[in-house]
């Protein structure tokens, strides 16, 4: 056998006799990294599983046709009635009246055959035909929204132009996939009844969607391809059950990709964990190691050896991890099921496992083979000396080059199978400058310690110039505490300034720049009256655009998506505007707008940042399907754009020529004193029942609530990186007892009493940790910095009470662990201590 | 006659031990005087640094009493004793003890800043200076040899001035020639500030230039002689 395999299976065997002692720190940190990442990648599964299984549920029907404001021509009707069994769903947002009080509302309006598949809970309990029945006819509302509204069951509210009757209160919709995430609050009503409401109206912003039950056995792709040869060209789109719900999944994808990013930061803060524990077992082995040199053993049997040992470790560490991870969304599964809005089929997912078993051992081999490297240095002549440590300088070229490969394939890892590759390498590139930054943060402490503690200021100030020269000393404490602590406050540092500014922009500024309102569905013949507002005293200003929705269908006569790729302006159908002269404030920066009157071939102007995306030129032409008819323009000019102020943007622009044809409503924004608001939306609403008034405020409201559980669901896992640093750090305080022990019993001979060493101890933890706090800050600020101005395009301002959150955290944690293990120190008698070291 | 400085009266040591109570001094009664320097010898085990541990506090007596300067040691608690021995006590040990995390001089002024010196950093430089390391105040105890560790121990347990200086094999560890420079200096230094030295030794040639030599047998004193002067 090989002498390595024999080394190792003695190592390992003197390793489990003493319950793996000292590697209990290893353990810990790599089974709980490995275990966030997989749990996370559970998770994730479960809920793509739970909404495949329930696609056909959440989507309403095997297949969906939906079209953008008009309702199928009789032709579609029959072309998709050949497919299969049809249900009809109209959805659009309007204003529920209840008197003067008004609510917006997102009206579906259905069908006899709604739901195809699954059922929908009414309270009271009764059937839709139940519900619907009567004269006036029945609604069901969202208990959220007749709660607002003070409605009960039997009472009146008024769609429009027509008064309905609540009959019920809704419990649960099957498709409701986008589980709570729309601006108003859903009202059921049957699409008949929706004649007399003088809400679908000409160019009225609505969307009908047409579910088919498909014969069991279809092929969707033949069934889609049949539709496309029947209905070619008509500005439509399917979707079918196998990605029931699109938006939910790439949330949840994006999501966990971004957890998992921060489990991969919680790997790192252990990877330090995992690099102490090695280096002091390696210490630790600095005896066997020379006396098995002077035996004749190669520098590499010995790595291989201890290779192989630290290599069971981490395979130990991985399974402990995955069993863990694996069972814990198993044992949350009732309260994961409840909190979410969506289906989650949770169960064991091997594919996320194996996600997390990767990166564990990729990171477990990267921390450890730095030390085992160091420790193949030490010389046989060690055992002649007091060792203090692993041979200084760097390893061999070798083994750093392994270093370096090892992080490339975790890095590469990371970035494929996170789908966020950008993100991915910020947050390495970010991580590793946090590591660098805190190394030479852990120097310069010591360097400063040491300086300090030379002062004559410090001199006769016992407890803290032994902190002083404990934290400047050669352990290497100050080093371990100082990285894996403060990795871990770094990361939710990061977290707390992002989240602090980005809800800052949200709810602080964006209300000042934003309009108060945005209406939509004015009628062409109502929009003077609106723009006559502006006279108001307390308006500040009304904008107004003509609106059309359009899908981009073609770009230079080929299939947009093939040509550009895929683009969020690509996606579904854009609000299109036309205008004879460029609007107030806009600046082309390419190209020229049209001439005023101009009347030749159509023109377009385009968003300047999105064309750049989509690799538009100008020159190029552009098909865009309004209302199932295709118009086409040539781009003659780009200009800039300004999505962030929730004012009028649109990425498309066209000669009014080109348009005014089409039947289309306005779209309006009312910039208006906060007091004028109501008094505003009761004189609309009273004269244009028509009319939807969207409350900015209770828009930027909806989103901060959306953001608010986005930024816990990370701020948890960001805390999971904390744990992991806090055992790091146990670890530390529990590594460095016996030397504490042997110092006190020093410190009692010549004469320091027990508070004097507590304090001592103490001021240690609390220096290390505030400093740890302080460069987390730091990075963290950094960190929260680049992504408000580069990522988010907003302005940065520092989040003072999540630093001093972060300070008082660190300092807390390291005192806690510090003195959870000072009590053995103190306790010890000097003499037995003392005497079993000579 | 000199003044008595130690006393132990009947000193009982047992200690518990994996197969049950371990008795290692059983009834040690004896006097130190003043000035003198004692060396305690004996076979390995017979519980000769244990003795020297209970004399300084280090190790609490089971039974019988032990007094220092007329305190009775095993009536303090281990804050007391810490105080007792700042003022009046230094212990230098086989292995040197020094802290790792603090420079030589660090070393040397801690006992000293404890006693609230204000000078402790000036007084800690010139033991340093007379024990021959002025050149390597700065350095950790890693970065010394064994002999000059074992001086830097020294020139701590020496600082405060102590009344009582306890050695425990202080050459132990180091080789001839160094080993002789450092009884050198330790009897030196006991000479120079006439302090009371108790040293536990195997060395005869140590033993013999101590004032009185105690045997310690099974924990028992087995002879008390004074030396031929």
Known sequence: MNPALNIARRELRNGFRHGLRGFRVFLACLALGIAAIAAVGSVREAITEGLAREGATLLGGDASVEFTYRFATEAERAALA?????????????????????????????????????????????????????????????????????????????????????????????????????????????????????????????????????????????????????????????????????????????????????????????????????????????????????????????????????????????????????????????????????????????????????????????????????????????????????????????????????????????????????????????????????????????????????????????????????????????????????????????????????????????????????????????????????????????????????????????????????????????????????????????????????????????????????????????????????????????????????????????????????????????????????????????????????????????????LAGVAAAITYGASATLVTGAVVLIGAAAAGTRARTYEASILKTVGASRTTILTSFALRWAILGLVAGLVATVAGATAGWGVSVYIMETSYRFAPLSALTIIAGGVSLTLLAGLAFAWGPLAARPARILRAQD | MAETILTLADTELTLAGNAGPVEILKGVTLDVARGETVGLVGPSGSGKSSLLMVMGGLERATGGTVHALGHDLTAMNEDALARFRRSHMGVVFQSFHLIPTMTALENVATPLELARHGDAFERAAAELEAVGLGHRMHHYPSELSGGEQQRVALARAAAPRPEILLADEPTGNLDGPTGHAIMDLLFGLNARHGSTLILVTHAPDLAARCGRTIRLEDGRLARNAEAAE
């Open chain 1, 82 to 706: 050949d497919l299969g069994e049809v249900s009809e769903i109209v959805d659009f947002r309007s204003m529920v009246r209840v008197g003067e009080d008004r609510a917006l509302t997102e009206i579906k309006a259905v069908d006899d055959a709604y739901p195809i598949y699954g059922d929908l809970r009414l309270d009271p309990p009764q059937t839709l035909a139940q519900a619907t029945a009567g004269d006036p006819p029945g609604a069901a509302m969202d208990p959220v929204l007749a709660d607002r509204l003070g409605l009960d069951i039997g009472e009146t509210f008024t769609l429009g132009e027509k008064t309905f009757r609540l009959t019920a209160r809704i419990v649960a919709e099957p498709d409701n996939a986008a589980g709570g995430f729309e601006l108003g609050p859903r009202t059921l009503i049957l699409t008949e009844d929706l004649e007399g409401t003088g809400l679908i109206q000409p160019g009225t912003l609505y969307e009908t969607e047409y579910r088919l039950r498909l014969p069991e056995g279809t092929d969707l792709d033949a069934a889609e391809e049949n539709l496309a040869a029947v209905m070619p060209d008509e500005g439509y789109r399917w979707r079918d059950r196998r990605n029931g719900a699109p938006g939910i999944q790439a949330f949840v994808e994006r999501l966990s990709a971004f957890l998992v990013l921060v489990g991969l930061a919680g790997l790192a803060v252990g990877g330090i964990g995992v690099a102490s524990a090695v280096r002091a077992h390696m210490v630790e082995k600095t005896a066997t190691i020379a006396t098995l040199k002077t035996l004749g053993a190669e520098a590499r049997t010995l790595f291989l050896a201890f290779a192989l040992q630290i290599g069971a470790v981490t395979a130990l560490a991985v399974v402990l991890g995955l069993a863990l991870g694996g069972a814990l969304p198993l044992v949350f599964a009732p309260l994961i099921k409840d909190r979410l809005p969506i289906p989650a089929a949770i169960s064991v997912y091997p594919l996320a496992l194996v996600e997390a078993a990767l990166y564990g051992t990729l990171a477990a081999a990267l921390f450890t083979l730095w030390p085992l490297a160091k420790a193949q240095d030490i010389r046989a002549a060690a055992l002649f000396r007091e060792a203090g440590g692993l041979p200084g300088g760097l390893p061999r070229r070798g083994y750093l080059l392994a270093t370096g490969l090892l992080l490339l394939t975790l890095v590469a890892a990371a970035a494929l199978l996170s789908g966020i590759p950008t993100l991915t390498l910020y947050t390495a590139g970010g991580l590793l400058a946090a590591f660098l930054a805190l190394l030479g943060t852990a120097w310069a402490v010591r360097r400063t310690a040491r300086w300090l503690g030379r002062l004559p200021m410090f001199q006769g100030r016992s407890s803290l110039r032994m902190a002083l020269g404990a934290v400047g000393g050669p352990s290497g404490e100050a080093g371990a505490v100082v990285l894996s602590l403060g990795l871990g406050l770094t990361v939710l540092a990061a977290v707390g300034q992002i989240d602090a500014n980005l809800r800052a922009a949200i709810q602080r500024d964006l209300p000042e720049v934003a309009p108060a309102y945005f209406m939509v569905d004015i009628q062409p013949d109502q929009i003077d009256t609106i723009r006559a507002l502006e006279d108001d005293p307390q308006v500040e200003r009304i904008e107004a655009a003509p609106m059309l929705r359009g899908i981009i269908t073609e770009i230079n006569g080929q299939d947009a998506e093939t040509v550009a790729g895929e683009h969020w302006v690509l996606r579904g159908d854009r609000g299109v505007t036309y205008a004879p002269t460029p609007p107030p404030d806009t600046t082309i920066t390419a190209g020229e707008w049209w001439p005023e009157g101009y009347d030749g071939p159509n023109q377009v102007s385009f968003a300047a940042e999105e064309a750049a995306e989509l690799g538009l030129e100008l020159g190029d032409s552009l098909t865009v399907n309004v209302l199932g008819r295709d118009i086409e323009g040539e781009i003659t000019s780009f200009r800039e754009v300004d999505f962030s102020n929730a004012g009028i943007g649109f990425v498309l622009s066209m000669n009014p020529a080109a348009l005014q044809g089409a039947p289309h409503t306005w779209i309006a924004t009312i910039y208006a004193a906060p007091e004028a608001e109501a008094r505003i939306l009761r004189d609309i609403a009273g004269q244009f029942p028509n009319i939807t008034a969207i409350r900015v405020r209770d828009a930027i409201d909806r989103v901060s609530e959306i």
